[in-house]
């Protein structure tokens, strides 16, 4: 008998609806799958509870994270908490905290489900660096108020961080069969960043003269991402990067709302940390049409990374079923289900 | 009589052999057009001329340039030499020297154009800062050769910067018609650079109440790029946001060999630069199937910005036309038409 012990922050907006479904559908999986339970401690923390203690999570809150076997987070954001504060206060500490330096996102069109593009096959994995680069948050201002203000925004990449990225995406491309890695650069304007990720990624590819070493700029690669996405297989990229990347890449796999993504510390010494990509969506929280997919397919990938293959194998067969049927499906995709209805789809075919 | 003295500079691979098409397009316009004319000077700089004498352009290429009315540069890169030698060499310092502050790109699907969408109707004008942010060269290296090593990369906004820009795109968008300048960012995350970027923009739209100021995060407009393109009208990005988006742009509108820029000072203190978005393409150089559209559009900018608008009109409408035909195209847009034949085409239009 597994029991794992996961901390769930249902954050803002959306987050709440989605992470609930997402519950229910782990505990479903749990009811057909003899020999696996849950215990989900929910933590208030978020924007809301920032507008009232003045703080996005508690003080010791990495402290009391720490013991879980895994992190379930929804969303954070809300109108009237600027975002680099709700952020910085809660989301980037703990995937820094936490070495969770992989923010692997899979970018599949699933079989049933249009997308923006006329054709191409898309079926790739990002690898994105998750603890440094461009979100350093290191910087200043200065002359401030006057004509002259400037601000400077450094980005820090380390031989060491780039290193266990980028072998990271190496071992899961040998170990998923895949093919190739695409690194994603942009050396001719970045010139010490990114000239220096370019080295490193030529030194670690040499290590695994099985899988094919490529590599583009991100302008180029955002181009190609929509002209030959069939391309990509394994792609490797910095925080940014890989941040615009996969919101592109959601976007042609039918949308932001079913995309997963799992904040990775690979060598288990703390909690990782999955979410979906999608955020709070003031615009439509509490309307009960939000799309759940993303949050339970990113409990599709905890279910995977605490080992549970099986199970995790059950759940992503349920979730590609009821996309293929095509019925049951919320508004972002052309349908007009509700957040429980595409749950409780989810978890028919689960108990089935 | 208008004379014009351009600069041209045709740098490597198809660089060179869509800059004769853009060229021999130029003199049908002055041709067509009694009381136009050009005298064109060409310049052996780029990547072989690195590679014979050490040095992109001459140590005085800036003084020399200075007195020009305008630019017109085809692409600089060569397998061999490292991107960031030959665009530090050459590219950026003429940007950043000539205060070319605005990268003017428009994102157009023409009628009888297939672009990668389904669905969506795109015409949008990127406004991209052209000086600084991300593109200043800032930053170091340390530890080398240790596994502590690390690289900085710092960007650099100026409010100095950042109003010229945002004022650019809002004047634009005046003078154009257009309703909207949506502000691309990512305060998120980059909590110094991009925090400044948005209190410089709410500050200047300030004066422009009868243009709509809006704002997205850089990874949802790129998955708003393909899902909902006409939302987009006037857009200004900083530097390394508005190069990947007008690269994902460029595919969208069918493919990169039709974009076209302008850098722009926009005082005239200094000539502007136009140029196709493509790169030098070393893997079709020389086989004359490089799409010319790109650099003769650019050349149609140059008109634009020389105050030559009835001639641009009609380059401008002969562009089309030969596009909407859809005839004449090159391997790129699924034709097989040589460069040349593009070319042809579209001097024949304005001979008519
Ligand atoms: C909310 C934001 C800071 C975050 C990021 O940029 O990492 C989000 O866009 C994501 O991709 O998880
Ligand atoms: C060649 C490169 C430095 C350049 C840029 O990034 O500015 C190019 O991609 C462009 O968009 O003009």
Redesign the interface.
């Given at each position: 008998m597994s029991r794992y012990n996961i901390a769930v922050i249902p954050g803002d907006g959306v987050g709440i609806e989605v992470i609930e479904e997402g519950l229910a559908t782990l505990e479903a999986v749990a009811k057909a799958h003899g020999g696996l339970s849950f215990e989900f401690t929910r933590f208030p923390w978020g924007c809301r509870y920032y507008l009232e203690k003045g703080k996005m999570m508690d003080e010791d809150g990495l402290k009391i994270l720490r013991d879980f076997d895994a992190i379930y987070l929804g969303a954070v954001g809300f109108p009237g908490v600027?975002?680099?504060i709700?952020?910085?206060g809660l989301l980037?500490p703990i995937r820094q905290e936490f070495e969770q330096y992989v923010n692997l996102r899979p970018i599949k069109l699933f079989p049933g489900v249009?997308g923006?593009?006329?054709?191409?096959n898309i079926d790739m994995i990002c690898v994105r660096e998750n603890t440094e680069g461009?979100?350093a948050?290191v910087?200043?201002?200065m002359f401030n108020g006057?004509?002259?203000?400037?601000?400077?925004?450094?980005?820090?990449?380390?031989?060491?961080g780039m290193e266990r990225v980028m072998r990271f995406a190496f071992d899961y491309a040998r170990k998923n069969g895949r093919q190739k890695v695409t690194s994603i650069t942009?050396?001719?304007?970045?010139?010490?960043?990114?000239?220096?990720w370019d080295e490193v990624f030529a030194a670690v590819s040499r290590d695994y003269p099985d899988i094919r070493a490529d590599q583009l700029l991100?302008?180029?690669a955002?181009?190609?991402?929509?002209?030959r996405p069939e391309r990509f297989d394994v792609v490797v990229a910095s925080?940014?990067f890989g941040?615009?990347?996969?919101?592109?890449g959601?976007?042609?796999q039918g949308?932001?709302g079913l995309a997963p993504s799992a904040n990775l510390n690979p060598e288990r010494k703390y909690p990782s940390m999955f979410e979906p990509v999608h955020g709070s969506a003031p615009d439509i929280a509490g309307k009960g049409v939000a799309n759940p997919v993303g949050a339970i397919w990113s409990a599709q990938m905890m279910l995977e990374h605490l080992g549970e293959v099986e199970a995790a194998g059950v759940l992503m067969k349920a979730i590609a079923d009821v996309l293929a049927g095509g019925e049951v499906r919320t508004p972002d995709m052309g349908g007009k289900s509700t957040t429980t209805q595409v749950g409780e789809a989810i978890r028919q075919k689960i108990l089935i």
């Amino acid at each position: 008998m597994s029991r794992y012990n996961i901390a769930v922050i249902p954050g803002d907006g959306v987050g709440i609806e989605v992470i609930e479904e997402g519950l229910a559908t782990l505990e479903a999986v749990a009811k057909a799958h003899g020999g696996l339970s849950f215990e989900f401690t929910r933590f208030p923390w978020g924007c809301r509870y920032y507008l009232e203690k003045g703080k996005m999570m508690d003080e010791d809150g990495l402290k009391i994270l720490r013991d879980f076997d895994a992190i379930y987070l929804g969303a954070v954001g809300f109108p009237g908490v600027p975002d680099h504060i709700s952020l910085w206060g809660l989301l980037l500490p703990i995937r820094q905290e936490f070495e969770q330096y992989v923010n692997l996102r899979p970018i599949k069109l699933f079989p049933g489900v249009t997308g923006p593009l006329r054709s191409g096959n898309i079926d790739m994995i990002c690898v994105r660096e998750n603890t440094e680069g461009e979100y350093a948050g290191v910087g200043g201002r200065m002359f401030n108020g006057t004509p002259q203000e400037l601000a400077l925004q450094t980005a820090v990449f380390t031989r060491r961080g780039m290193e266990r990225v980028m072998r990271f995406a190496f071992d899961y491309a040998r170990k998923n069969g895949r093919q190739k890695v695409t690194s994603i650069t942009k050396s001719n304007a970045c010139n010490y960043s990114m000239v220096f990720w370019d080295e490193v990624f030529a030194a670690v590819s040499r290590d695994y003269p099985d899988i094919r070493a490529d590599q583009l700029l991100v302008d180029a690669a955002a181009a190609l991402f929509v002209t030959r996405p069939e391309r990509f297989d394994v792609v490797v990229a910095s925080n940014l990067f890989g941040d615009i990347l996969t919101d592109l890449g959601a976007a042609l796999q039918g949308g932001i709302g079913l995309a997963p993504s799992a904040n990775l510390n690979p060598e288990r010494k703390y909690p990782s940390m999955f979410e979906p990509v999608h955020g709070s969506a003031p615009d439509i929280a509490g309307k009960g049409v939000a799309n759940p997919v993303g949050a339970i397919w990113s409990a599709q990938m905890m279910l995977e990374h605490l080992g549970e293959v099986e199970a995790a194998g059950v759940l992503m067969k349920a979730i590609a079923d009821v996309l293929a049927g095509g019925e049951v499906r919320t508004p972002d995709m052309g349908g007009k289900s509700t957040t429980t209805q595409v749950g409780e789809a989810i978890r028919q075919k689960i108990l089935i």
